[in-house]
């Protein structure tokens, strides 16, 4: 008898640790908060950059990047859809550029604001507010290194 009760209660020991471990699962992997959808539309380049990456605002993190694929209404430019926390500050002077974590290479959509606005980017989930790409960092250094190196071919 005493056999049967040790097991009893190894088994709901299992039970109750594996059903907190399920709770704990699902409460660190909720969704706080409601977001709103916006777009990024652009020519340029989004090298690096993937579905569910980081979208930050002023290095804060406020989002996760939702879809990239090709934009329906500019032939050729890339749509970038991004979910942000609704109590972002993104206003009509808001814009986006790429950055990039360290040495990895993994690209992040960085929400900046010029300030020459206050009014907010109005956005809903059948007409998203369109957010525009500005250079990023890396995209600044490179144009700059062709016109250096172009330069120098000139001159030699």
Do not use: C
């Amino acid at each position: 008898m005493e056999n049967k009760s040790h097991a009893l209660a190894a088994g709901i020991f299992v039970l109750l640790l594996s059903a907190l471990l399920v709770i704990l699962a699902f409460w660190l992997t909720r969704e706080s908060g409601t977001r709103l959808i916006y777009e990024v539309s652009t020519a340029a380049t989004v090298t690096g950059l993937q579905p569910e990456a980081t979208v930050r605002y002023r290095g804060i993190n406020v989002g996760k990047v939702s879809f990239i694929g090709f934009d329906p209404l500019i032939p050729g430019n890339v749509l970038v859809r991004i979910s942000v926390d609704d109590n972002t500050p993104v206003t009509r002077s808001t814009y986006a550029s790429l950055g990039f974590q360290g040495v990895t290479g993994i690209a992040f959509v960085q929400l900046e604001d010029s300030g020459a606005s206050k009014e907010k980017l109005l956005t809903s989930g059948e007409q998203p507010g369109r957010i525009p790409l500005h250079p990023g960092l890396v995209d600044q250094l490179t144009a700059q290194s062709t016109r250096l190196l172009t330069q120098l071919e000139d001159r030699g």
